[in-house]
Each structure stands twice: as structure tokens, then as C-alpha cells.
């Protein structure tokens, strides 16, 4: 079977940076995504790691250890705009490619 | 369109009722997901529609739901004789394929409410 595992909720400070985990299990896995979400919003796409290492895309990187099965998404000077819902999301072989979504991390910020 | 289009954005119903929600991918997008998303929580799989090979349907939760795809564009995610338990936002998202690092777009989707 394939299962996410990401932490329900993370609360930190404006400005500061935050880490948030995901760790899955899958067959034939192809690579990790994440994605954002505003309350009454739709998911957004943030990023997307096939391989092992660290992608910046501005304020947001996102890392993957194929070996550990382990990836995190890392905010950096987080802004009020950034609360929101965070999703993990794996592509795999086993699943036709198809997305597999964690439950979702609720990150808030406090001033 | 741009992007992907659900309709209707909000749809009121009484139990028991037959609904119908629709979603306009992408133009070109082979790949084509719904969602099921309730309060508060994460993204519930319905199906999968990939280009012209049968449809994933291991998500659909009873025989009342069913989706169709024609022509390989429009969706149509039907629910029969609604429950008060099917309240919730329905998404849909499409994206291109082969290229499975693409990522998936997705409409503001139907919040469904049955009463």
C-alpha cells in the first residue's frame, strides 16, 4: 500500500523559518510535490523533487531523501500570506503515476 | 479557458437528490483528477481519468458516484440520491502528460451542500 505522513499542524513566528516533514511509503515511487493551500482556496503548486537534494524557489525550498523516503518542504522570512494548509503529494510507478496526497500540514503564523 | 473550470461553484440540493458537477480541464491536459475535499481536512481521491485507458475508480466511495470523461475533455462527476454525508468541496484538477513532473492544476472547485 502507499501512505503520506505529515504533521496535522505547525505554528511559528513572522519572519521566521519553518520545516514541514513528509514521509511516505510507496512502490515504484517517481517523486515528491507540494502544494499550497488558502482556506476556501484551491491547491497550488509549490514545487516538485524527483531527486535527492535541495530545490529553491525563492523563499520556499523543498528537499528529498529518496533513501530515508523522507522529504520537507523549508519556508524561509515567513510572511502572513504563507498561513495556509500544506500538502505532500507522491507521483508513483505503482499508482499509474497518479497523485497520492497527505493529509495536510496547517501552518500558522503568529505576528 | 486558462484554467481549470468547475461548475457550479456552490450547489444546494435536498437529500436524496441526483447532482451533477462538471469540470472543464485544461485544453490538452490528458490527465484528469476528482477530489473530495470535507472541512478542514485533506484531499480524498475520487478518480482518475489518464488520456484514453480506462478510469482509476478505486477512490469512488459507493455506488452512487460515478464520473465520465467525453472526448477526453469535459468530466462529469455524478451523485446519485445524496446523502447529507456527501457535503463537501469537490475538486478537480488536470495536467499534461507524459511528463509526470507536471504539476496538477486545479479548479476553485463545487461545494456541494445537501440538506
Known amino acids: 500500500g502507499q501512505s503520506l505522513e505529515q504533521p496535522s499542524e505547525v505554528t511559528a513566528v513572522e519572519g521566521a523559518i519553518v520545516q514541514i516533514n513528509c514521509t511516505y511509503q510507496?512502490?515504484?515511487?517517481?517523486?515528491l510535490s507540494w502544494y499550497q493551500q488558502h482556506d476556501g482556496g484551491a491547491p497550488t503548486f509549490l514545487s516538485y523533487?524527483?531527486l535527492d537534494g535541495l530545490e529553491e524557489t525563492g523563499r520556499f525550498s523543498s528537499f528529498l531523501s529518496r533513501s530515508d523516503s523522507y522529504g520537507y518542504l523549508l519556508l524561509q522570512e515567513l510572511q502572513m500570506k504563507d498561513s495556509a494548509s500544506y500538502f505532500c503529494a507522491v507521483t508513483a510507478t505503482e499508482s499509474n503515476y497518479q497523485l497520492i496526497w497527505g493529509a495536510g500540514t496547517k501552518l500558522i503564523i503568529k505576528p | 479557458g486558462a484554467g481549470v473550470s468547475q461548475s457550479p461553484s456552490n450547489k444546494v440540493t435536498e437529500k436524496g437528490k441526483d447532482v451533477e458537477l462538471r469540470c472543464d480541464p485544461i485544453?490538452?491536459?490528458?490527465?484528469l483528477y476528482w477530489y473530495r475535499q470535507s472541512l478542514g481536512q485533506g484531499l480524498e481521491f475520487l478518480i482518475y481519468?489518464?488520456?484514453?485507458?480506462?478510469?482509476?475508480k478505486s477512490g469512488l466511495p459507493s455506488d452512487r458516484f460515478s464520473a465520465e470523461r467525453t472526448g477526453g475533455s469535459v468530466s462529469t462527476l455524478t451523485i446519485q440520491r445524496t446523502q447529507q454525508e456527501d457535503s463537501a468541496v469537490y475538486l478537480c484538477?488536470?495536467?499534461?502528460?507524459?511528463?509526470?513532473?507536471?504539476?496538477?492544476?486545479f479548479g476553485q472547485g463545487t461545494r456541494l451542500t445537501v440538506v
Open positions: 484538477a488536470s495536467s499534461s502528460r507524459p511528463r509526470v513532473d507536471t504539476e496538477a492544476f
Open positions: 523533487n524527483a
Open positions: 510507496t512502490s515504484g515511487f517517481y517523486g
Open positions: 481519468f489518464q488520456g484514453n485507458s480506462a478510469p482509476d
Open positions: 485544453s490538452g491536459h490528458t490527465a
